[in-house]
Each structure stands twice: as structure tokens, then as C-alpha cells.
């Protein structure tokens, strides 16, 4: 199996643009989501298939990818938006999670 | 309403065997394929495999072949995951969350297991 691999972290001022990464070798070959975790709750889908955004995920939430790498953004991003992303990603059969990255809104 | 409820929280001791659960409600358990992921303390998601529970198909991650058991009883819409011998190593949240057509959307509210001496 391959890593994708994502920051440790990233800052952001409230009402700033939030850019996460993700790249994996074969990240070109396969969709990509992103979850978000909150400290003591359980993980929220917010992008699919790349780009998609599920019902109740705010607009400012896109996804986006281009060869192996695949981007999380987030526009005016607001102090609830504070949390660990992590990408996804499969490889054959299997499932792969990025190492995850702590978002933090200054 | 999709629900994944999971089974509580629970102390063991090295060696001792455990079994925990994740029930489905509010769909078709057996239409969708159920996964579990492990979360060791203050680190990232690890996917550990999955299970359709119409056929009890499986898959398991390289690194959890051998380590784990997945399962399902589709007459009770309950999935499982069992380990025969604990480790301190085991000590960690593990969530069980259904795959469907926009991915891992639903997930349970996750089961903490504490292994120690």
C-alpha cells in the first residue's frame, strides 16, 4: 500500500482562506475524501469524490485535486471550523487515511 | 434516520478476548458494507477492514490481518469486531461507519478500549 501524506498542521486567521494537502503516488488513480474530527466526536465526511459536498456541509467547505495531489479548502473560515482533516483515499480494495492535520483558526 | 450504535466502553486485561458491536438502524444493514477504523490515542484514523454483512464478505488491512476478526449477524443488523488475545497496544477508540455511494458518510459514536494490567 502507498501513504498519503498531509501537514501536521496549518493556521488561519477567522475570515481566512484554509488550504489542507494531501499527495500520494497513487492518489491520481482514485477519488479522495475528507473528514473532519472534532476532539470527542467521531469523524464527519465533508468532501466526496474529490469535489463533492454532502447535504448539511457548508458551501465554504470545496474540495479539489490535481495529479497526485488532492487540496481541502476552506473560505472564511470561521473558529468552528477548528479540528483535525484527514484525507482518504483507496488503494485496490483497501482504504488509506492521511496522517491528518490539525486546523487551527488564530 | 441512519444510526450506527456501538457498544460501550470496555477495560480488559492483557490475553483476555474481546468482542465489540456496531447495529445499523434506519436502512438495509445488509445493503451497505461496514468498516472499522481504529483511532489510538492522540493519533490519526487507521483503517482496519471491512464486512458485508449480506454475504460476510471481508477485507482486511495488510496490517491487521491476523490481529483482528470481522464480523456480522445480519438477523440482528450488528457487525463486529473481536480480538482472540488482547494487547496494551489494543488500547485505543474504534468506530465502526457504513460505506455507501458518497463514501464513509455515517459513522458510529465509537467504542473506547482500555487494555491493561
Redesign the interface.
Known amino acids: ?1 502507498y501513504e498519503l501524506t498531509q501537514p501536521p498542521s496549518v493556521s488561519v486567521s477567522p475570515g481566512q482562506t484554509a488550504s489542507i494537502t494531501c499527495s500520494g503516488d497513487k492518489l491520481g488513480e482514485t ?1 479522495t ?1 475528507w ?1 473532519q ?1 472534532k476532539p470527542g466526536q ?4 465533508v468532501i ?2 474529490n469535489y ?1 459536498r ?1 447535504s448539511g456541509i457548508p458551501a465554504r467547505f470545496s474540495g479539489s485535486k490535481s495529479g497526485n495531489a488532492a487540496t481541502l479548502t476552506i473560505s472564511g473560515t470561521q473558529a468552528m471550523d477548528e479540528a ?1 482533516y ?1 484525507c ?1 483515499a483507496w488503494d485496490s ?8 492535520t490539525k486546523l487551527t483558526v488564530l | 434516520e441512519v444510526q450506527l450504535v456501538q457498544s460501550g466502553a470496555e477495560v480488559k486485561k492483557p490475553g483476555e478476548s474481546l468482542k465489540i458491536s456496531c447495529q445499523g438502524s434506519g436502512y438495509s444493514f445488509t445493503s451497505n458494507w461496514i ?1 472499522w ?1 481504529r483511532q489510538m490515542p492522540g493519533k ?4 482496519m477492514g ?1 464486512i458485508f454483512p449480506s454475504d460476510s464478505d471481508t ?1 482486511y ?2 496490517s491487521f490481518q491476523g490481529q483482528v476478526t470481522i464480523s456480522a449477524d445480519k438477523s440482528i443488523n450488528t457487525a463486529y469486531l473481536q480480538w482472540s488475545s488482547l494487547k496494551a497496544s489494543d488500547s485505543a477508540m474504534y ?1 465502526c ?1 457504513r460505506l455507501d455511494s ?4 455515517h ?4 467504542t473506547l478500549v482500555t487494555v491493561s494490567s
Open positions: 500500500s477519488n475524501c473528514f474530527q467521531s469523524p464527519l465526511l466526496y469524490q463533492k454532502p483535525d484527514y482518504q480494495s483497501t482504504v488509506i487515511f492521511g496522517g491528518g | 468498516g477504523v490519526g484514523l487507521e483503517w471491512i477485507t488491512s495488510p468506530y461507519t458518497s463514501g464513509y458518510s459513522w458510529g459514536q465509537g
